[in-house]
Nanobody
Framework: QVHLVESGGGLVQAGGSLRLSCAAS????????MAWYRQASGKQRELVAA???????NYADSVKGRFTISRDNAKNTVYLQMNSLKPEDTAVYYC???????????????WGQGTLVTVSS
């Protein structure tokens, strides 16, 4: 089985920074795309940033220039560096891994448990 475990959330003042991490555990051979989503209270879950195994990235317009996604394929870990945080970035941030090959099994759309980011004004 494959599990995603996020860390790094917390409370920060507007303008501050946080770094989220998400590690995938299990007998993993490869992960195609890893991504961060977020869900604010009362809103739908939205894509924040994604990165392929080759390093191609895409970002939501609302975070471009402030957030940076990266990954360490050897560690099956994805990071989200969040700078210049705004109160509207407050949400639960979820890690997602798609097309995960672990042993003979391919997993699609795996989710972590989420980590809360709160940005105070």
């Amino acid at each position: 089985q494959v599990h995603l475990v996020e860390s790094g959330g917390g409370l920060v003042q507007a303008g501050g920074s946080l770094r989220l991490s998400c590690a995938a555990s299990g007998s993993i051979f490869s992960i195609n795309t890893m991504a961060w989503y977020r869900q604010a209270s009362g809103k739908q879950r939205e894509l924040v940033a994604a990165i392929t195994s080759g390093g191609s990235t895409n970002y939501a317009d609302s975070v471009k220039g402030r957030f940076t996604i990266s990954r360490d394929n050897a560690k099956n870990t994805v990071y989200l560096q969040m700078n210049s945080l705004k109160p509207e970035d407050t949400a639960v941030y979820y890690c997602n891994a798609d097309r995960v090959l672990a042993g003979p099994t391919r997993y699609f759309g795996l989710w972590g448990q989420g980590t809360l980011v709160t940005v105070s004004s």
